[in-house]
């Protein structure tokens, strides 16, 4: 921890805010895995608490952490396969609302091959609905940062898009 941040007392951050970070894990990966994703989640916090810069708040910190855990999860190769043979798509598969399905749909097929950076960006823009300003505050980092690395996620987008059997047409990004 940085001279001159609060001291985190994550025993609080847990009491007041596990539920978010539960739900968080949920849309993501699926009730079935939530409680070890949530107890990974807190884990890291606590492990990671030197971490903490103070420029968002802690409750920001926390969600970028669960982000990780639940994108480091859908990468697991063998997890994975394990999961949709057994349960279909995870629920981050599973569109909100009918406006966003295709987009979501398309970004599933994408998570396992993106850098980690632009997966997370994604998740937040994309899924989460976070303009280029929160997804700035959430991960430390300049609006044009975000709005770079979201142009190299479009760009990705359209080059995995070309018609080569992979994937299906992309949504407009």
Avoid: N
Avoid at 18 to 24: A, D, E, Q, S, T
Avoid at 102 to 123: C, D, K, N, V
């Amino acid at each position: 921890m940085q001279q001159g941040l609060p001291a985190l007392d994550l025993g609080v951050l847990y009491r007041d805010h596990h539920r978010m970070v539960r739900r968080r894990v949920r849309r993501m990966v699926g009730d079935e895995q939530a409680d070890e994703l949530v107890q990974q989640a807190f884990a890291q916090a606590l492990a990671r608490q030197e971490t903490y810069r103070g420029e968002a708040s802690p409750v920001a910190w926390l969600y970028q952490i669960a982000t990780r855990v639940c994108l480091h999860h859908l990468r697991d190769g063998k997890r994975r396969a394990a999961l949709l043979a057994a349960h279909g798509p995870p629920a981050w598969c599973r569109p909100d609302s009918p406006s966003t399905a295709e987009a979501t749909a398309f970004l599933g097929q994408l998570w396992s091959r993106l850098p980690a950076e632009l997966a997370e960006i994604g998740t937040y823009h994309y899924l989460d609905g976070l303009t280029q300003t929160e997804i700035a505050e959430v991960l430390g980092c300049s609006r044009r940062t975000v709005g770079h690395r979201l142009e190299a996620l479009r760009a990705r987008v359209r080059k995995d898009a070309e018609p080569t059997g992979r994937l299906h047409a992309a949504p407009s990004l």
